[in-house]
């Protein structure tokens, strides 16, 4: 059974956040369609225009003439009922993988709160249906492959126009089922889309919006994670405390390197007396951990104004203005500040990664662990030669690393001129989203492994004769990584934790810094 303990959330004319789309492709948020008639009466307003304009064989882009380059070319009136299907039927040559039912409904309500501004020429009938899609869990399958990410989304949302007038396939209940059972099975008649309704479903950012919603949630997560497992990583090492100072912190006053400091002073109890000092300055994954983290920090406020930015706006063309009776031509479907934001992101995180890499390779290496054993065996002395403890997680996690950083090139840089270069500068911002979506599927793989790596290395620490007290917040931790992922003594195949691991993190199960 779905819980909601989130507070509900409502489509129409108030502003949506990353969280309430968060909440919603998590299934943990209720959702209203704002329904008060002055509301409504504005919806029916721009249908009605448009209509008018019809009637008055007015000419208008993709409602009374073809699509893209073939703008110049002029529908009958006697045709302009048939466009919309032609629309999301050409359409319909998505590949890949199918977007993941999270993230399916990311796009989904991207794409509904996008329209319910008014200016798309849109009937309160499809905003409806959008929804119900949205409240009765309907979720297009959608392949992630095919949008250029200007022109909007136009692949990937075809899918979307073309369930609603109940073709292709949904998952619905768990099932993939074609789009017109559903339909029946709810009682619904599938939607004839209006001239100008498909072209306002697909002709948007839903797709690359929807994404970045999830990854900058991800992203954030990460970010406490990656300081809760650095302080960890100080207690193992027997690192430097002093790093984090606040007076020195003070004299370069980036705010997230100062908030990544001041959570790792909370973790490690600075204000406490430290143990002697192996080295006067520690390894930079150590030392310099705020300044990598910071950069992150300081970086997802911005993020999150380009991201909601785009989330809260009108993005389809052309936007009808039924106010002032005027239909304005444009190219808010360009996805530059999309990609740009996701191109930044999956940077920031890469470095994570690298981070966290570099944290566990002093680790298991006895040059630099300062006793701990090799690879981070707990074995017996007279078994160690049969042990290798973290070695091969060691390797695994410089395979994900590696992958991770590999990804970073920016997808916004690599624009192609398409269809027939009408679409000749292009966004990628869909690539540059799933780009940063894997990205973190991989930091997320180091960051599990450097946990348990972490978590073993303070275990060790704990046995040593000068071992110390865990501050309160790493003795809490520990207590709760010690439930699910006991100390390697003897060596196991560590897979199935690992996948505990990532599925922990994905629920942001563990509470860190608020």
């Known amino acids: 059974m779905t819980t909601h303990p989130h507070e509900p959330v409502t489509f129409g004319q ?69 466009l919309p299907r032609h629309l999301y039927t050409f359409h319909g040559c998505g590949l890949g993988k199918l977007l993941d039912a999270q993230a399916t409904r990311a796009v989904l309500a991207a794409r509904l709160q996008s329209l319910c501004h008014g200016v798309s020429g849109v009937r309160i009938e499809l905003l409806e249906r959008l929804h119900a899609f949205i409240a009765h869990d309907v979720l297009p399958l959608i392949p992630e492959e095919g949008s250029v990410g200007a022109s909007g989304d136009l692949t990937p949302l075809s899918y979307v126009a073309a369930t609603l007038a109940g073709e292709r396939e949904v998952l619905f209940n768990g099932e993939r089922r074609s789009s017109a059972d559903v339909h029946r099975e709810l009682g619904w008649t599938p939607l004839v889309l209006r001239p100008k309704e ?173 006793g701990l054993p090799s690879n981070l065996s707990g074995a017996s002395a007279e078994r160690a030669m049969l042990n290798h403890g973290f070695k091969a997680v060691q390797i695994g996690t410089s395979a994900w690393t590696a992958e991770a950083l590999k990804n970073t090139m920016p997808a916004s840089v690599f624009s192609r001129s398409t269809e027939c270069h009408n679409q000749d500068k292009v966004s990628m911002g869909t690539i540059a989203a799933r780009d940063a979506i894997r990205v973190l599927e991989l930091t997320e793989q180091v960051a599990a492994a450097t946990l348990l790596a972490a978590n073993q290395g303070v275990w060790l620490r704990s046995r040593t004769e000068d071992a110390r007290p865990l501050p309160p917040a790493l003795a809490l931790m520990h207590a709760e990584l010690a439930k699910d992922f006991p100390p390697v003594v003897e060596d196991r195949a560590l897979e199935a934790e690992l996948r505990l691991c990532l599925s922990r993190i994905a629920q942001q199960h563990w509470r860190l810094h608020a």
Not at 39 to 67: H, M, P, Q
Not at 225 to 241: C, K, S, W
Request: overall charge negative.
């Open 198 to 370: 498909a072209l306002a479903l697909m002709n948007g950012t839903a797709v690359m919006t929807g994404l970045a919603c999830l990854a900058y949630a991800r992203a954030d997560y990460l970010l406490k994670l990656a300081t809760r497992i650095t302080a960890l990583n100080v207690v193992a090492l027997q690192g430097n405390p002093e790093h984090f100072d606040e007076r020195l912190f003070a004299a370069k006053p980036h705010p997230g390197q100062m908030q990544v400091a001041a959570w790792l002073r909370q973790d490690l109890a600075i204000d406490a007396p430290t143990a002697p000092l192996h080295r006067l300055q520690d390894r930079y994954s150590l030392r310099c951990a705020p300044h990598v983290l910071g950069v992150l920090a300081d970086s997802l406020n911005w993020l999150r104004g380009f991201i909601e930015i785009e989330l809260n706006s009108a993005n389809d063309n052309p936007i009808i203005d039924a106010e002032e009776e005027r239909v304005l031509h444009g190219g808010h479907f360009y996805g530059g500040h999309i990609a740009f934001a996701m191109d930044s992101l999956k940077t920031l995180v890469a470095n994570v990664a690298d981070l966290l890499d570099r944290q566990l390779a002093l680790l298991v290496d006895v040059r630099y662990n300062h």
């Open 14 to 82: 108030l502003p949506l956040r990353i969280e309430d789309v968060l909440a919603l492709a998590n299934r943990q948020a209720p959702t209203h369609l704002q329904d008060d008639a002055e509301y409504r009466e504005r919806i029916a307003k721009g249908a009605r225009f448009l209509d008018s304009l019809l009637d008055k064989e007015g000419v208008i882009y993709g409602v009374t003439t073809g699509y893209g380059d073939s703008c110049v070319v002029a529908v009958p009136l006697e045709h302009v009922e048939a």
